[in-house]
């Protein structure tokens, strides 16, 4: 009778761990895809696609800049021949000794995926420490929230970004 | 004993039966409607997730020039067959041609442009 205990015990830590139990919806009960529509099987489902990359909690249930930076996907960075496709690799930190961790802004992930000018100047100025940072606007889809929220990890993720304790911060720039 | 075999019990039925994630589409998924509807066809649905294993954000945000605010994007059909916005890869050959109706205009009729996931939450800034 112990060991059938400790077996349930077992199989409930290692149970989450070991499956990927991620779901997702297909097309046809999505809510906002008709059901009614014959060209609907012929589109790819959800399912299909993401099961195969790195898997995240949130969003898609995909974690998009490590399957980027895996090589799980190669999507392509530009059309156009003449384009200049830019990528920067520097880490801004920002809303330093508020009442959260001060926010680490890696630029090299946003650049793999955006241009420059998709968040300068238009968004953010660029200079670090010139611009105004608000959750209140970023839970508005303003500032980060054009992107976090919509289409990048969303506004739940706070220690993503909040990720800089601000005793680490200070002693780094004792230093 | 036995109620502790039976506590061990329900704990490994709970993690199996656990809810699955509400019923919703797909993260970043945009429905465009600012014609459809008025023109006599389904909304568009455009799923962000299919798109950006194939390309990047920034072929469509910066090189294609789409604004990232849906609903933002004033795109036709005309514009389309001559190869602008979404037309630089619904070719035909890339991509779907813009013959291909149901494959784009593949929304529930009469729901707004929006894009599910959202760009507002339902957090403080709404309060």
Redesign the interface.
């Known amino acids: 009778?112990?060991l059938?205990?400790a077996l349930?015990?077992v199989?409930?830590l290692v149970?989450?761990a070991a499956a990927d139990?991620r779901?997702?919806?297909p097309?046809a009960?999505?809510?906002?895809?008709?059901p009614a529509?014959?060209?609907?099987r012929?589109?790819?489902e959800?399912a299909e696609?993401?099961s195969k990359?790195p898997p995240d909690t949130a969003?898609?249930l995909?974690n998009?800049v490590r399957a980027l930076e895996s090589g799980a996907?190669a999507?392509?960075?530009?059309?156009?021949p003449e384009?200049n496709?830019r990528v920067r690799d520097d880490e801004i930190i920002v809303s330093k000794f508020g009442s959260m961790p001060a926010v680490v802004f890696p630029h090299r992930p946003h650049t793999?995926?955006?241009?420059c000018?998709?968040c300068h100047e238009k968004l953010f100025v660029s200079k670090a420490g010139a611009n105004r940072f608000s959750?209140?606007?970023?839970?508005?889809?303003e500032q980060c929230?054009?992107?976090h929220?919509?289409?990048a990890f969303?506004?739940t993720e706070c220690n993503r970004c909040h990720s800089l304790p601000n005793e680490v911060l200070l002693r780094r720039m004792r230093k | 004993?036995r109620r502790?075999?039976a506590l061990?019990?329900l704990?490994?039925a709970c993690?199996?039966l656990a809810p699955?994630?509400a019923?919703?589409?797909?993260?970043?998924?945009v429905?465009l409607n600012r014609r459809s509807d008025g023109e006599g066809v389904?909304p568009v649905?455009f799923?962000?997730?299919?798109h950006?294993?194939?390309?990047?954000?920034?072929?469509c945000?910066?090189?294609?020039g789409f604004e990232?605010?849906?609903g933002a994007n004033d795109v036709t059909m005309d514009d389309i067959a001559n190869g602008k916005f979404c037309g630089?890869?619904h070719d035909g050959k890339t991509a779907w041609g813009a013959d291909?109706c149901?494959?784009c205009h593949?929304?529930?009729?009469g729901?707004p442009s929006r894009?599910?996931?959202?760009?507002?939450?339902s957090?403080?800034?709404?309060w």
């Open positions: 009778m112990r059938l205990l349930a015990i199989a409930t149970a989450p139990d779901k997702w919806l097309l009960k999505d809510g906002i895809h008709d529509n014959p060209a609907l012929l589109k790819q959800p696609a993401l990359l969003g898609n995909v998009w996907i999507p392509r960075t530009n059309i156009l384009t496709v793999l995926w955006l241009d000018s998709n959750m209140q606007k970023i839970l508005d889809g929230g054009v992107c929220g919509a289409v969303p506004l | 004993m502790i075999c061990g019990l704990v490994v993690a199996l699955h994630a019923s919703r589409a797909e993260y970043g998924d429905v389904r649905i799923p962000h997730w299919f950006r294993i194939r390309f990047r954000c920034k072929v945000h910066f090189e294609l990232m605010r849906a630089m890869c291909r149901d494959l593949a929304g529930k009729p729901q894009i599910v996931g959202g760009a507002q939450t957090g403080p800034g709404r």
